[in-house]
Every structure is written in structure tokens, then in C-alpha cells.
């Protein structure tokens, strides 16, 4: 198994010369490959090296691993992969257990209900904001005893940032009308409201009979903008993030609890 701990001090200890073959011996499973050493130039350097016969898969990515290190630690960076890590190392500490997420579910389809089934059967449609809502949308509308359909709109919000920029760029649009119909927003996170504010007001030129927004996570402390979260599931405190469809660059979206990622994990330094 490649030791990456043994990579970062080899580089912090070899930043000028530095023996790909000998390393490897140390941090490899001998049977993975054999090398024959020789001296090669480069850019008028002479460095030793070795030449590999590839004797099984894990060789390859064990090299591209080892010289992607090595750059790294030539550049000042920090060698950590915290891709091999269990995730929940990722997090600083879960602020909201699975079984805590579930029972305040079933409290707003509860309230959902309650507020929606006087209303016509055919005329509630839930729309989803890709990707964040997802995870909480099925969990919530399986809880619901409603005649209702369902939508979804992606817009970009954050990237591969921490921080929303608040304007709206509809990547995927509703599929049908909305236009006298009862319309329930929801959202994985409310922080400044300036994404959401802006959405609403595209749903709204679009002449819902009414315009309602259930958000499983609320930032108060973080708000910028004047928007009114109809159903909240819980207010949190301004952390980043992740987990039961939140995520950071795209992971941790699958993960049954909540919790604040380490601040290691997305800061650049």
C-alpha cells in the first residue's frame, strides 16, 4: 500500500536530489516492480533515476502519485492526501446525526401538510434546486400525504468556492408550467439569500398562484438579502458545511449526517 506519510517526509527531507527507485523500495510491496538502475540528463542536470518494468497496476499510480508529491513539496505545499482518509477525518465535528435530520423531516412534512391539504390536489408542485436538495427533497416529499409533482432547477451558486456570488445562472430550467399553481421552493442551505432571492424572482414573473421556500439549513448570521424561509429545519451557525447533499467540490454529498469540514480541507494557502 503506498505510504504517503513516508512520501511527505522524503520530500521534505530530499528537495534537491532524490532517488525515485530507492524510495519506492521502501514505500512499495517488492512484487509490484523491479528497477535497473542508469544515469540519464536533464535541462544539463545530471540526476539518477531508474528505469521500472511494469509488473502489475499499481506501479503506474504509485509513480504519478510520487512525482505529483514531489512538485508539491518543491512548491512549499502541504502533502496530504485526504483522499485516502475515512471521511469522517474530514470533519472538524457532525453537528446534526442522521436520526436528529430525519425526526425534524418528518416535523415539516408535517407542517407542509398541514399547510398545503386544503389546497387543490393537482396544484402543488415541489421543485428541487440541484444539487444540494436532493437528498433532503426525497427524504421530505415521501413523508408528504399530498397529491403533488415534482421539478427541478440547477443554478451555479458556489463551484469550488466557499462563498455564494448570489447571481443566478439557470443551468436546467423547470420542465412545466408553473402558472397558477401552488410552487414549494426547496433548498439544502440558506445563507446570504442572494442566490435564492434572485431565484424567486424568476419564479415569481412566472405567476404562481403562491411561492414558498422549505430549507433543511438556515444561516441567519450570514444574511444579505431580505428572503422569507416558510419552513426551516434548523439554524446553524456560519461553518462550512457538508453532508446529506451539501458538499465541497462536489463530495461528501452522500454522507447520512451533517458536519463542518475541516478548514484544511478548502482553504488555499
Known amino acids: 500500500m503506498l ?93 446534526l446525526p442522521e436520526a436528529e435530520i430525519m425526526r425534524r423531516v418528518g416535523e415539516l412534512a408535517g407542517q407542509i401538510t398541514a399547510s398545503y391539504q386544503a389546497q387543490s390536489a393537482a396544484d402543488l408542485v415541489v421543485v428541487g434546486i440541484l444539487r444540494g436538495a436532493v437528498v433532503f427533497m426525497s427524504d421530505l416529499i415521501r413523508r408528504l400525504p399530498l397529491p403533488l409533482t415534482i421539478d427541478f432547477m440547477a443554478i451555479s451558486s458556489y463551484g469550488g468556492s466557499t462563498e455564494s456570488s448570489g447571481a443566478v445562472r439557470i443551468l436546467k430550467d423547470i420542465s412545466e408550467s408553473i402558472e397558477g399553481k401552488h410552487v414549494l421552493v426547496v433548498e439544502d442551505i440558506v445563507d446570504t439569500g442572494l442566490t435564492l432571492q434572485n431565484l424567486l424572482d424568476v419564479l415569481k414573473a412566472r405567476k ?62
Open 3 to 95: 505510504n504517503l506519510k513516508r512520501l511527505k517526509d522524503f520530500f521534505s527531507r530530499n528537495k534537491a536530489e532524490h532517488s525515485i527507485a530507492e524510495e519506492l523500495k521502501q514505500i512499495m510491496p517488492d512484487e509490484d516492480y523491479k528497477s535497473d538502475s542508469n544515469l540519464s540528463e536533464e535541462s544539463g542536470t545530471k540526476e539518477k533515476k531508474n528505469k521500472y518494468k511494469k509488473k502489475s497496476p499499481l506501479y503506474a499510480g504509485a509513480r504519478r502519485v510520487f512525482v505529483d508529491l514531489y512538485r508539491i513539496t518543491q512548491l512549499g505545499g502541504e502533502c496530504v492526501d485526504y483522499s485516502q482518509a475515512p471521511l469522517s477525518e474530514h470533519l472538524a465535528k457532525i453537528i
Open 208 to 269: 404562481p398562484l403562491s411561492l414558498a421556500v422549505c430549507a433543511l439549513l438556515n444561516k441567519p448570521s450570514r444574511r444579505k438579502a431580505k428572503v422569507a424561509v416558510d419552513y426551516c429545519g434548523f439554524e446553524i451557525p456560519d461553518e462550512f458545511v457538508v453532508g446529506y447533499g451539501l458538499d465541497f467540490a462536489g463530495h461528501y454529498r452522500h454522507l447520512p449526517y451533517i458536519g463542518v469540514l475541516k478548514p484544511e480541507i478548502y482553504e488555499v494557502t
